[in-house]
Structure formats: C-alpha cells, structure tokens
C-alpha cells in the first residue's frame, strides 16, 4: 500500500459521504412510499405496496389517506403550477433578455448603477415581494370598481405569475448577460453594413446567438417558479399551487402519498437528465467524427487515416445494471417468499394494527378515569388548563 | 460600378481627442487607395467614418458626390470588412454570403444562384453547406470577400483584414485582393499599418499620423519623395543624417553634419534656407560598398558593429563617428567576407538617392 493508495481510499470516502448526504434521505424518502404504513417509515416495514401511487387507503383509524392519482388537491395545485410556471417563462425570459440587452449598450458609469438595480429583485426576501405584490394588486382592484382589474387583481394565480416574474426574471437576466457577454459586437455591424435593419439584426443575429440563453432561462425559470413556496404561498390568496398543497399537507401529517409524489418527481427528473446526456454524447460525437474526417479528407495523409468502423463496445455503466437487477430479483423474491405483497399482508398488518388501536383506546380510556380521580390534586400545569376548559362561567363576562 | 469617395475636412473627435484632424482626400472610382499609418492614428476612425458607424464631428463624406450625413450604415453602398472578418458563426458560408440579399427579401433560389456564383469568384465551388469554423484562415478571408460583395457596393471598405494571416497566406492573399479588385473594378479604400502591403496592392497610399494626413500619392512616389521625415522613415527604412544646410544649388543640397559634409537632394515644394536644421535621408539599399571605379557623390565612413542574414539580402548596423547609427543592405550576390565586425569601411551614396528634409519628429522616436 503506498501513499496515493490512501489518497485514492479517502477520496473515495469522502465522496461515499458526501453523496449519502445529498442523495441518502431521496433514498430512503423512494423507499417509503412502497410501505404500506400510513406514515412515511422503512421501519417497521409492513408490505410492499404501489396503493400510495394510485388510490390510497382508508387507515384503520377511519381516516381517509389519498394516493398520488386520486389526490385531487395534488391535482389541482399541479395545474395551478404548470399554469403559473408558464406564465413566468413568457413574461420572465422576454423581460430578463430586454434587460440584458440594454446592459450591453450602456456604457458609462451609469452601467454599474443599472445592473445592481437589475439584480436587486434577487435580494429581497420572497415573501417581501408576495406581500407587495398582493397589497399593491389590492389596492388597485380596490379602485376599479368591479371589472377586469378588479378580477385579476383577486385572481391568485395572475399575482403568483407576477410576484414570481419580479425575481425569476432577474435569474434569465443573468443567465442572458453571461451569454452575452461573449457576444461579437462586430458580428452586429457586419449585418447592418451588409443592409439590414435593427430588427433584422435582432432576429437574424441576435436571437439565433441568444437561443441556447433563452432555453436554459426558460428551464430555470420554470423550476424556479414550480418550486416556489415563500413568494407563492402569500401571493396565490384562495387557490393552491403544487407547493402549497404540499406544504399543507405536512402540516396536517404526511402520508407516504406525498414520498410517492416525490419519487415521481425524482424519476422524471432523471429520465430527462439521461435522455438529455444521450442525445448531447450522440451529437457530440457526430461532430466530432465529422470534423476527424473533415481533416483527414484535407490533409489526405494515410498517416492519420483512420479506420471508422467501431466494434461493439460494452458500456462501463454494465456493471452497475447488473448489480441493481440482481439486487431487484433479489429483493423481489424475498418480499414473495415472506408474504410481504398483496392483499393479504395488509390484511394480517391492517388486523393487527386495529386491535393495537383498540388496546390503546382502552389504555387511553382507563388513564383518563385515573385522571378524574386524581383531579382537584397538585399535578401542576396541567390542571390549570383543565380548569380552564372545564369551566362553563369563564366567558360570561364577555357579553357580545 | 465604382464610385468617387470623398473626405472633406473630416474630423472626428472623441471628447478632447481628435482621432482624426481635418482630413481632405478624393478618392477616384476603380481605385484601389490605401491608408497607411501607425495603430492608433485614426485610419480606422476614417473607414467608419466612410462606412457609417461614425458621424464626423466635423466635415462631410461624400460618396459619387452625394453627402451621406444621416445615412445609415445599411443604406450606403460601401461593405466593410472586419479585422476580425466578423463572418455569422451560426450559418454556413452560403448563407453568409447571401446575408445581404436574405434582408433584402430576394429569394432562395436567387440567393443560392448569386452564392454560387461568388463561390466561384473565391474559388470555393462545391463549400457553400461547409460551416464557417470549418474553414481556414484564408478561406475565411475569402468568404468574408464574398459576402461583402454579394450586393455588389461600389465601395469597399478592408480594416487590416490580413493582420490574422500569416507570412506566406497573406503575401497570396495580396495578389488575390488585387486580382479580385481588377475583376470587379469596384472601388477599394485599405487600412494597414504594414507598408509592404499597402505599397504592393495599392494605386495610392495616404500615410497617416496623429489624426492627420501626412503625404497622398502613388506609392513610388511617397517611397521616392517624402515630404516629412515621418514618411521618409515609416514607410521603408531610412538612415537620418542630422545636420544644418551649408549651400542650395537648384535641387543640390549640402548639408553640415558632425560626420562631413554630404550632397543631396531637395523636393520641389520643401521649404529650407542655409543655415536652417535639416535632416538627410538615405535608404539601406542606397548605401553602396563602393569599388575602385565606382564614382559616388558622397562617402560615408562607418564602423560596422553587426550584421544579420535575411536571404536574399544582408543587413549591416554600423555607426557613424558621431555615433549616428547606420543600416546598410548589400545583395547576397556580393562577396562581403572582409567585412568583419568593428572593421572601419567607406560606404558610397549618390546626391540623388537622398533627401533633405526641414527637421522634424521621425516615426521611429
């Protein structure tokens, strides 16, 4: 063992940690939303289950718990979301790029001024910009009278799109200046001299320069929006957006619906990201073959003449898809063998959970009878409190 | 169709700066012009100025006799091209050639055709579908030409566009602008601060310094006849002889150095009287090694202290006994084994290969 081997090993490590860090609890949240359980846990583990996808259950307290396509609050804040995240797009990514641009033509020392006003939306705390927004958009609707502005001033999702734009458009407005930062002024002159107009060069040069800048705002600024709570949760007023409704939830106690929501989210992020990687690695590489052979075909040497047939390679990522199948197979069976899928086990779990319940409704029941005995006693507190809410007489005195 | 370019009293300034001072110059139509100077002397100025990125604070700019003020760089019939070629990365070279029609709404068929055909003019048949970063240096260069001449201006306006290029490329591309000028017989206006390319392209050169014109004419004649020592020692080399004028006879001059006295020669219009301070101009390649029935006006001895190999010439540095230093070139052809470094020789030159001038800042300062 020599020196770089320990080098390599604490490399290793820290990255082991580094990555249970971010990805660990996505890990174990994915997990949970395949426990029967009707809180998110991977211990006890009950069954295997895909009901927290579809539709729920009924827990054996009577309480009603949705799955993911039978939440029709999830539904409908999923909607409202799509919908705001649209509109910031539309309004950000015109707005971010204008501002950008005018970057670019001034010049004196006003410049600095300009872009710290430019990115001061980013500074300001969300929920400063959702108050503002509703009071400003009150007021305004106040004066209308009734109408149009006073319907889209109480509409929450037109004043979620809003508020979202003030700041998100700044996010594009960055992303636009780095792009254009490396922009050939010249390029501009050349097309004016050779005749076109300002517009002309705006459509011709400009925008197809700024395209791959207005797709990467645009993705920012919808996963910006749809992932907004702060601004959102005070700007949307009576509707829901995704985030809102989850945030309620979890208020009132989560179900593993929303690990299956998740997990959901997570398993479209990564198709995405994959199927991006893919087809950027397959153009890549059609470049890259077609500027070899360009330069082959202009040098016409055989000495860097290169054979283009490629074999079949075996990818490196095999060994990985190999261990996760076994892993799969593995489990799978194991969940067969112990009778941890299907009806029956949640069953067996659901029958012994109730007379768990029943046990400790009849636990409860007897401590609250040795309560009452004990009452009138120096338990402290919480007698107090007990006084308080017993007593009939407290609130006569405020005589409505 | 080829059009008169005319500068009148054009000034630029830039705040208290002026980029360019007063320039009058009238460029004929067909004529491949030059401007020639030091970076920083306002040519670039000047061809904005003419293609119209650039009001003049003061002056007009005339184009076939018809003021431009107020015309837009789109709408005047000059094309630029860019130092830095400035070609659309985006498109092909097809479409960058056919840019100019595409905003003028000619269609595609046209265009193709009108591309085709400057392909052809560039000799880069077949490459329309290529992208621009695919191209070399001097293909680029071409492409450039093309697309500036795809609306056919009648002016067109090359800022240093050979800088990029190197020796042996841009020498080829000289004969192939110049080529390209004859075939189109458009007026071309040139920037360069590289004398070889100007003197070798051009029909007449205009040498520039400071902002300001220093000489016009054709391109011998500014060689031959500097009219300010600034001239005399940016465009080519030359040797200054400072010193005081002794006598005046018709065009002869001698003139008073600490080294002798020398003869040499005045221009028409330069202005000097005995006494005045003058300097005496002498190119490298007019400094002879004289042999026994060689018969020069003036001998000049000088002590060698280096010299250098450049092929089909050999550059000597020597210095005077004033310690005036001193380049002289001799042809390779010419046996020079016996001059060694530190060996005191005579060197030969004839009253009518110099030149006297009142003195004055030289380039080289």
Redesign the interface.
């Known amino acids: 063992m020599t020196s770089s081997h320990v080098m390599k090993f604490m490399m290793g490590l820290y990255l082991f940690i580094f990555f249970t860090y971010l990805f660990g609890p996505l890990i174990i949240m994915s997990f949970t939303a395949f426990n029967s359980a009707e809180f998110p846990a991977i211990t006890p583990w009950e069954c295997f289950t895909f009901r927290w996808f579809n539709e729920g259950k009924i827990a054996y307290d009577g309480q009603h718990l949705a799955g993911l396509f039978t939440d029709w609050r999830l539904h409908d804040g999923l909607i409202s979301s799509l919908i705001i995240g649209g509109g910031v797009v539309l309004l950000a990514v015109p707005i971010g790029m204008a501002a950008a641009i005018v970057l670019t033509q001034v010049k004196s020392q006003l410049r600095d001024i300009y872009y710290s006003i430019s990115i001061m939306p980013v500074l300001f705390p969300g929920v400063i910009i959702g108050i503002s927004t509703v009071v400003l958009w009150d007021r305004l609707a106040g004066l209308g009278g009734e109408g149009f502005i006073s319907e889209i001033g109480r509409n929450g999702i037109f004043l979620t799109i809003l508020a979202q734009t003030c700041f998100i458009s700044t996010y594009c407005f960055l992303i636009f200046v780095a792009r254009l930062q490396r922009f050939d002024q010249t390029q501009e002159e050349a097309a004016l001299d050779l005749g076109a107009s300002q517009t002309q060069v705006f459509f011709k040069i400009l925008i197809p320069y700024l395209a791959p800048a207005i797709a990467s705002a645009a993705v920012i600024a919808f996963l910006a929006s749809f992932e907004n709570y702060n601004t959102t949760v005070f700007s949307i007023l009576s509707d829901q957006t995704l985030t809102t409704v989850i945030a309620s939830k979890v208020r009132l106690g989560i179900s593993p619906a929303l690990s299956a929501l998740a997990l959901s989210i997570i398993a479209l992020t990564i198709i995405a990201a994959v199927t991006y990687e893919i087809l950027r690695r397959r153009e890549e590489k059609k470049y890259a073959l077609s500027q070899e052979k360009y330069v082959t075909e202009k040098a016409a040497i055989s000495r860097i003449d290169k054979d283009y047939k490629v074999g079949f390679k075996i990818p490196k990522g095999i060994v990985a898809i190999i261990l996760l199948v076994i892993l799969c197979s593995y489990g799978g069976t194991q969940i067969l063998k112990n009778d941890l899928y299907g009806q029956s086990c949640i069953d067996a779990a659901d029958k012994e959970k109730k007379s768990k319940f029943l046990d400790q409704l009849q636990v409860l029941e007897q401590n609250e009878l040795s309560d009452e005995e004990l009452g009138g006693g120096n338990l402290g507190g919480n007698l107090d409190y007990g006084d308080i809410f017993g007593d009939p007489n407290l609130f006569q005195d405020f005589a409505f | 169709m080829s059009a008169d370019v005319e500068l009148s009293n054009v000034s630029v300034t830039f705040g208290s700066f002026f980029a360019a001072k007063n320039v009058s110059v009238k460029i004929e139509g067909g004529e491949f012009f030059s401007f020639l100077g030091p970076s920083g002397c306002g040519k670039t100025t000047l061809l904005r100025a003419i293609?119209?990125?650039q009001d003049p604070s003061e002056g007009n700019v005339l184009i076939d006799n018809k003021d431009m003020s107020g015309i837009?760089?789109?709408?005047r019939p000059?094309?630029?091209i860019?130092q830095?070629l400035?070609?659309?990365p985006?498109m092909t070279v097809s479409e960058n050639i056919a840019?100019?029609l595409?905003?003028?709404g000619v269609s595609k068929t046209d265009r193709q055709k009108r591309a085709d055909e400057l392909l052809e003019l560039i000799a880069l048949e077949g490459q329309g579908e290529k992208k621009v970063h695919?191209l070399s240096g001097g293909q680029k260069q071409r492409v450039a030409i093309a697309?500036?001449l795809?609306?056919e201006p009648k002016v067109l306006l090359l800022d240093e566009p050979l800088s990029a290029l190197d020796l042996k490329l841009r020498q080829r591309m000289r004969t192939e602008l110049r080529e390209i000028q004859k075939r189109v017989n458009i007026t071309f206006i040139y920037i360069t601060h590289d004398q070889g390319e100007a003197l070798t392209m051009s029909d007449r050169i205009a040498v520039m310094n400071e902002g300001e014109l220093e000489q016009v004419g054709p391109c011998d004649e500014v060689y031959n006849n500097p009219r300010t020592p600034f001239v005399a020692t940016f465009v080519g080399e030359n040797n200054p002889i400072y010193g005081r004028i002794k006598s005046i006879d018709g065009k002869t001059v001698e003139i008073d150095t600490p080294d002798g006295i020398f003869r040499s020669t005045i221009n028409d219009n330069t202005n000097l009287n005995i006494n005045d301070d003058a300097i005496a101009f002498v190119r490298p390649e007019s400094l002879f090694l004289p042999r026994s029935d060689d018969n020069f006006d003036n001998s000049l001895p000088v002590i060698i202290d280096s010299f250098e190999f450049e092929g089909n010439i050999k550059n000597f540095y020597a210095h005077l006994k004033s310690g005036t230093k001193i380049k002289f070139s001799v042809p390779n052809a010419i046996d020079t084994s016996h001059i060694k470094n530190g060996s005191s020789i005579n060197l030969g030159f004839d009253s009518q290969k110099s030149i006297i001038l009142p003195k004055a800042p030289l380039a080289i300062d």
């Not at chain 2, 837009?72 to 709408?75: A, C, E, M, R």
Request: charged share 15%.
């Open positions: 293609s119209g990125f837009g760089p789109n709408k000059t094309a630029l860019f830095n400035a070609l659309f985006l840019f100019s595409e905003v003028r695919q697309r500036a795809a609306v």
